[in-house]
């Protein structure tokens, strides 16, 4: 059950688009179709963005989308807003369990 | 409107135990999957356990297996979380997830439930 890569943070200006990576092994993220991304304000309770690989729950703006190649899992964010600064995680269905990755700290320049 | 209540967390000592307890309404609370996540303080989210809708599946992680206990008791729409034979590194804000159904995600978070072991 180890943890799932993230880089550590990314940064974008307002009106750019930025890419988290999440990569895990054949056992979770390249084994299963389950990846889902979470945004986390400190603070708040964390929100489902993206689940299934690349499915909005309603809500969720079309900016947000996610994809997946082999073992990496990625989510993009288009058209930075300040709101969507946060702390980003990735997370897959394991078989037993859920691994998450180490997380990504967003920052709107 | 779904909600999701944490309670239960507080101060431990080592080796100790405690119980922490989720209240859940806004959804049929039988139809759905429900997942136990922690965050340490300054560090990742890491899941900790999910029981299935009826019960009768359950998962740990590595790091509780053993220790900790997953239930639910469906008159009452809450989920428990036991914890025995606390370590400081069980010190973490505890999250109540609900699952999204057949999809292999979390889709909603209560506020959380602070435990900190310490001596």
């Known amino acids: 059950q180890s943890a799932l890569t993230q880089p550590r943070s990314v940064s974008g200006s307002p009106g750019q688009s930025v890419t988290i990576s999440c990569t895990g092994t054949?056992?979770?993220?390249?084994?299963?179709?389950?990846v889902s991304w979470y945004q986390h304000h400190p603070g708040k309770a964390p929100k489902l963005m993206i689940y299934?690989?690349?499915n909005r729950p309603s809500g969720v703006p079309e900016r947000f989308s996610g994809s997946k190649s082999g073992n990496t899992a990625s989510l993009t964010i288009s058209g930075l807003q300040a709101e969507d600064e946060a702390e980003y995680y990735c997370?897959?269905?394991?078989?037993?369990?859920?691994?998450f990755g180490g997380g990504t700290k967003l920052t709107v320049l | 409107e779904v909600q999701l209540v944490e309670s239960g967390g507080g101060l431990v000592q080592p080796g100790g135990s405690l119980r922490l307890s989720c209240s859940a309404s806004?959804?049929?609370?039988?139809?759905?999957?429900l997942h136990w996540v922690r965050q340490a303080p300054g560090k990742g989210l890491e899941y900790v356990s999910t029981?299935?809708?009826?019960?009768?599946?359950?998962n740990y992680a590595d790091s509780v297996k053993g220790r900790f206990t997953i239930s639910r008791d469906d008159s009452k729409n809450t989920l428990y979380l036991q914890m025995s034979s606390l370590r400081t590194e069980d010190t973490a804000v505890y999250f109540c997830?609900?699952?999204?159904?057949?999809?292999?995600?979390?889709?909603?978070w209560g506020q959380g439930t602070l435990v900190t072991v310490s001596s």
């Open positions: 054949s056992s979770d993220v390249g084994g299963y179709n389950y």
């Open positions: 806004g959804f049929t609370f039988t139809n759905y999957a």
């Open positions: 997830v609900k699952d999204l159904r057949g999809n292999y995600a979390l889709d909603f």
């Open positions: 997370c897959s269905y394991a078989g037993t369990c859920w691994v």
């Open positions: 299934g690989v690349f």
């Open positions: 029981i299935n809708d009826n019960g009768n599946t359950i």
